[in-house]
């Protein structure tokens, strides 16, 4: 299950381990995720299935509908919303962003300006660690001094 996790291009390996450990600890049937996607692409409006842990909002499959980042992660997590390019700007205007902590926005805002849009990925790092972005930015800025400093001796 990891590893065709890992083939969708979606998981990275530890993400993908996380994903199945967190599916089978929440009882959650994890072999049903990619079939559950496909049969529901299938599917004619009249004959859809009935989810009911899901919020209403989630429909629009669109990040910047959502009111709450909570239900937006989770459903990131659950492959119900994915989007490699969300408006940035668009998506400050959320309900979902706009109810985040502050260093929650400024990581999102981080993300965004990274890579000119927000995945969302990038969404889901940023709430589980405010502080992902500035992280990696602060041991890329490491490791680069410590190359120039060992080329300086």
Do not use: W
Not at 17 to 34: A, E, I, R
Not at 98 to 118: H, P, S, V
Request: aromatic share 6%; proline share 3%; charged share 25%.
């Amino acid at each position: 299950m990891i590893n065709e996790l890992v083939r969708t291009g979606k998981f990275t390996e530890a993400e993908a381990k996380q994903f199945v450990s967190k599916s089978m600890q929440n009882g959650s049937d994890v072999t049903s995720t990619s079939e559950d996607t496909q049969s529901s692409n299938n599917q004619s409006p009249n004959n859809q299935t009935n989810n009911n842990d899901q919020p209403s909002n989630t429909t629009t499959n669109n990040p910047e509908k959502y009111d709450n980042l909570n239900d937006l992660v989770d459903d990131i997590k659950n492959h119900v919303v994915d989007i490699e390019d969300i408006s940035l700007n668009a998506f400050q205007d959320s309900g979902a962003y706009q109810e985040a902590d502050q260093e929650t926005q400024d990581c999102i805002d981080l993300a965004g300006k990274i890579g000119d849009n927000l995945g969302d990925q990038e969404i889901v790092n940023c709430f589980e660690d405010p502080n992902f972005y500035e992280d990696q930015i602060s041991n890329t800025d490491s490791n680069g001094n410590n190359n120039s400093d060992d080329n300086n001796n």
